[in-house]
Nanobody, 114 residues
Framework: QAQVVESGGGLVQPGGSLRLSCAVS????????MAWFRQVPGKQRELVAD???????NYAEFVKGRFTISRDNAKNTVYLQMNSLKPEDTAVYYC????????WGQGTQVTVSS
């Protein structure tokens, strides 16, 4: 069964950048369409970006032009480069298949505040 560990979150000022990592073990990541989600308390988890097994990417409108999803299948890892961060990007970020079909990891907290 796949295990997912997200990392790289933290506190950053508006306009700053962070790079999130998602290490997946127990399966061969290369065959999966992977995604990043985020959730704030009291709201539903929402899809931020996804990347197909062929490297085709898709983004939610609210992150287009600011976030970049990528993957390294050799390392079984998915990344999310986040630039020009805004306070409304504050959330816990999770990765999973786009379905989603893996057990959720603990997520990584991103806080954008001055």
């Amino acid at each position: 069964q796949a295990q997912v560990v997200e990392s790289g979150g933290g506190l950053v000022q508006p306009g700053g950048s962070l790079r999130l990592s998602c290490a997946v073990s127990g399966i061969a990541l290369s065959i999966y369409r992977m995604a990043w989600f985020r959730q704030v308390p009291g709201k539903q988890r929402e899809l931020v970006a996804d990347i197909t097994r062929y490297g085709i990417t898709n983004y939610a409108e609210f992150v287009k032009g600011r976030f970049t999803i990528s993957r390294d299948n050799a390392k079984n890892t998915v990344y999310l480069q986040m630039n020009s961060l805004k306070p409304e990007d504050t959330a816990v970020y999770y990765c999973n298949t786009v379905a989603p079909s893996f057990r959720w990891g603990q997520g990584t907290q991103v806080t954008v505040s001055s």
